[in-house]
């Protein structure tokens, strides 16, 4: 039987959005507290996190994980932060391009241009769980 498929559209704001959304949840399976916090906002839209507050959040989540109090999982350390990361790679990276493309940094068919397209961003994306994921920019 052939796996189920889904197809969504979204704006260029909403991708970006899913992008932090898929890169955090990755964090947190990773034990990467510090990072997944960057993105934890007050009431309005103020960073809330701060050294102390990681530290907190760390001295609760690291010993529930089973890792010590300055390590993290990283990739590899579950398949589903796996492929939450994956997700992230392949979102941040067509992000990237086509901002590349839209700011005339290169054109359709034209090779990664250095040093303004150094960015990690605009790496081949990680593909560790499962097939990558499709994403098509529409014309408008």
């Known amino acids: 039987m052939a796996e189920q498929l889904y197809q969504i559209t979204l704006t260029a704001e909403q991708l970006q959005m ?35 507050l990681t530290k907190a959040v760390e ?16 990739v590899g350390w579950h398949p589903s932060g796996d492929a ?17 493309y839209s700011e005339g940094i290169i054109s359709s068919g034209e090779p990664r241009k250095w040093p303004e397209m150094s960015g990690v961003c605009f790496d081949d994306p990680t593909c560790m769980v499962g097939p990558a994921i499709k994403i098509e920019r529409l014309e408008p």
């Open 18 to 52: 899913l992008s932090r959304a898929t890169e955090t949840c990755s964090r947190l399976v990773m034990g990467q507290m510090d990072m997944a916090l960057d993105w934890l906002r007050d009431r309005e839209g103020r960073l809330v996190n701060d050294y102390d």
């Open 59 to 74: 001295a609760i989540t690291r010993p529930a994980q089973g890792l010590t109090p300055n390590q993290s999982g990283g």
């Open 84 to 100: 939450m990361w994956d997700m992230y790679t392949q979102l941040r990276h067509r992000l990237a391009w086509d901002r590349a």
